[in-house]
């Protein structure tokens, strides 16, 4: 077989999955072991949600709600937005390459920065457009720099908003500077997939942002029901956008994309307010006990404002992840994205945080930290 791949998709790197918890545990003959290293939500979701999915099982030789009805309704009500606002996809990433399927043609330019989701750029590179990226600066977006690579060519930009794996969130001012200075052919794509974890006296009021466009740029929000709803597996998110902006994307999007399951999870995980409260609760209370004792092993946390933080343990992160993993906690290593020193964990159960942070003082003592 001889195939002709074009050089845009010849060139693309394959987004790496991470290893199923029980092939590590195989190699490296463990048991028991927790993960904190994908951000996932560890308190799971609604029992609502998985009542309603019970349900919906009996309904499997069905195909699902194209339109996403009630859930759009919903969603729609719980935001106070208009339902020709929203346009539902299996996970917010399927959002994502929407928009580039609908407004990036070969030769297109997209701004990124690094790090952040690499499927941004991977997206794009499928099309044939062509990439800026631009490195944060102080672990926050360089705002600056990406305003100064638009061009009449360019289409989209993304900007995860807190970013990940930072958690940084942009201030509110000079976000909204930095909308006003740009042009009203290309479209902000603000990523909010951590939006729920934002302390209270830093939220922000983004979604009038979607509708203040007159004279700038669009701007679409990205939203998600796999972090703080704890519905990862489904895989279903939505983005919130101008009407014009959503009739262009239902055009690109296949029928049938959000299958009944997670429709149904979805829709009764948005109506148990009290879990979700508890959620939040839980997640910033874990977090300022991680922040507290990593401080007090000589390790540098970083403020985040999403249910994941980083931390400096000023050794090699690699090493020190390996380490970890041997004693059957998996967490994530930064270098590949330039922080050397760098892990980074994602809030779990109070039994999960302090066997982490019991195995955290190992595993420093035998990379020879301080």
């Not at 349900?55 to 009500?77: F, I, K, M």
């Not at 946390?301 to 906690?329: C, W």
């Amino acid at each position: 077989m001889k195939l002709q791949i074009p050089q845009n998709i010849s060139e693309i790197t394959p987004y790496p999955p991470g290893k199923p918890i029980e092939e590590l545990e195989r190699e490296y003959g463990i048991s028991g072991s927790i993960k904190l290293a994908s951000n996932e939500n560890p308190f799971g979701p609604s029992p609502a949600a998985v009542e309603a999915m019970h349900r919906a099982l009996e309904n499997l030789h069905r195909y699902p709600d194209g339109s996403c009805y009630y859930l759009n309704r919903a969603v729609a009500d719980h935001l106070g937005v208009a339902p020709e606002q929203l346009v539902f996809g299996n996970g917010s990433n399927e959002i994502i390459e929407f928009l580039v399927k609908a407004f990036v043609k070969e030769g297109d330019e997209v701004i990124t920065s690094h790090p952040s989701f690499l499927m941004y750029q991977k997206f794009v590179q499928i099309r044939g457009g062509r990439n800026h990226v631009v490195d944060l600066k102080d672990m926050h977006h360089d705002l600056d720099a990406i305003g100064s690579l638009v061009s009449p060519k360019t289409r989209l930009i993304f900007i995860d908003n807190p970013n990940n794996p930072t958690g940084t969130l942009l201030p509110w001012d000079r976000l909204k500077s930095f909308l006003s200075k740009l042009p009203d052919h290309l479209i902000v794509v603000l990523d909010e997939a951590y939006i729920d974890f934002v302390d209270e006296d830093q939220r922000q009021d983004t979604l009038s942002l979607v509708d203040e466009h007159e004279g700038r740029c669009g701007v679409v929000l990205l939203r998600t029901f796999s972090k703080a709803y704890g519905l990862a597996g489904l895989r279903i998110g939505f983005g919130i956008m101008a009407p014009p902006v959503t009739d262009c994307l239902h055009k690109v999007r296949q029928p049938f994309n959000v299958n009944l399951i997670a429709q149904q999870g979805a829709l009764a995980a948005l109506g148990d307010g009290d879990f979700y409260q508890k959620t939040l609760h839980k997640t910033a209370a874990g977090k300022r006990y991680l922040i507290e004792v990593v401080e007090q092993l000589g390790c540098t946390p970083f403020p985040s404002q999403t249910n994941f933080f980083l931390i400096d343990v000023h050794t090699d992160a690699t090493t020190l992840y390996e380490t970890m993993l041997r004693k059957g906690v998996i967490i994530r290593s930064m270098k590949a994205y330039g922080y050397d020193s760098f892990i980074r964990i994602n809030v779990g159960t109070d039994e999960e945080n302090n066997r982490f942070l019991a195995a955290l003082e190992e595993a420093l003592k035998e990379c020879g930290h301080g």
